[in-house]
């Protein structure tokens, strides 16, 4: 089956533009999911919402949304209210500057994007664009209006294709200063730090997707599957235990088996005096 595209409009760099859509990259649409059901019946339940002061049932016609006040009353903010205030589309992916992949930092990443052209005569256009940001080794950062909100992207070529993603706001990411204030700066010995590399090193690898398994969605495929077939669900495996250790002394053991342990520095043997130096002194 075709991926439907969640957007579709132009990109635009200066006077050159094509036609392209945005298809999710990333979807959570194959996980298994739940309704809710009345036990009894076995019936699907249904949502309603309530008067919290009330508890009586709310009409959709009289739901409204609603902005809490410090005093705790509400300022009600009608439905064209917020349309009257939405950007106006233009269907349009605005490129507004080129910079280098690495001057963004990844926190700001919030949502991926493939980036493909709507018809064979817009593939020409897009290829171009890709192929100068491939060659000039940078990503773009475009402007548009997508689902009803001004949103900011990095577009980048990646492989064949091209990846457009979402970046959150300036006041979405949260400052690292509220977690990390309050830790100390830690001096390290230089043996803590060779250790801390060697280990490192013997742990090098690369980041092979398939070989990360979701074990919670496999159980609870395997859960849904048991009830169907009448078979009794599967029992949780014990957890291994694990002792908390010291760190330093981990790293130790860790490097001794391996054979690789730093050398500890041997006090030198005293040399036993010898008859003439037992000589001379007496003679002293």
Not at 107 to 115: G, N
Not at 118 to 129: K, M, Q, R, T, Y
Not at 209 to 232: H, N, Q
Request: glycine share 6%; hydrophobic share 35%.
């Amino acid at each position: 089956m075709a991926a439907r595209a969640s957007w579709k409009g132009h990109l635009k760099v200066g006077d050159l533009a094509c036609a392209v859509g945005l298809y999710t990259a990333v979807s959570s649409s194959d996980r298994v999911s739940f309704n809710i059901i009345n036990r009894r019946t076995g019936h699907r339940v249904e949502r309603q919402f309530v008067d919290s002061e009330t508890g009586k049932p709310v009409e959709r016609s009289d739901q409204v949304k609603g902005y809490q006040m410090e005093n705790g009353d509400y300022i009600v903010i009608e439905g064209d209210e917020i349309a009257e205030i939405m950007p106006e589309s233009d269907k349009v992916l605005n490129i507004k500057a080129f910079i280098a992949y690495d001057d963004i930092d990844k926190l700001y990443f919030d949502r991926p994007y493939y980036l493909a052209p709507v018809d064979e005569h817009d593939e020409e256009a897009l290829s171009l664009i890709a192929r100068g940001m491939r060659d000039g080794k940078v990503a773009a950062l475009a402007e548009a209006v997508l689902f009803r909100r001004n949103r900011t992207l990095l577009i980048r070529p990646h492989d064949n294709y091209i990846v457009a993603t979402m970046l959150n706001f300036d006041y979405e990411v949260r400052s690292a200063d509220t977690v990390f204030e309050d830790i100390p700066d830690i001096k390290f010995d230089k043996e803590m730090i060779e250790l801390a590399g060697h280990i490192i090193g013997t742990k090098h690898g690369s980041f092979e997707p398939s070989t990360y398994e979701d074990r919670y969605e496999a159980a609870l495929v395997e859960l849904v599957k048991a009830k169907i077939e009448g078979r009794a669900p599967p029992k949780k495996k014990p957890a291994p235990e694990r002792k908390v250790v010291d760190l330093m002394e981990a790293l130790r053991q860790s490097a001794k088996m391996s054979g690789k342990a730093p050398a500890k520095k041997v006090p030198a043997k005293k040399k036993a005096p010898s008859r003439s130096d037992s000589r001379s002194k007496k003679a002293s």
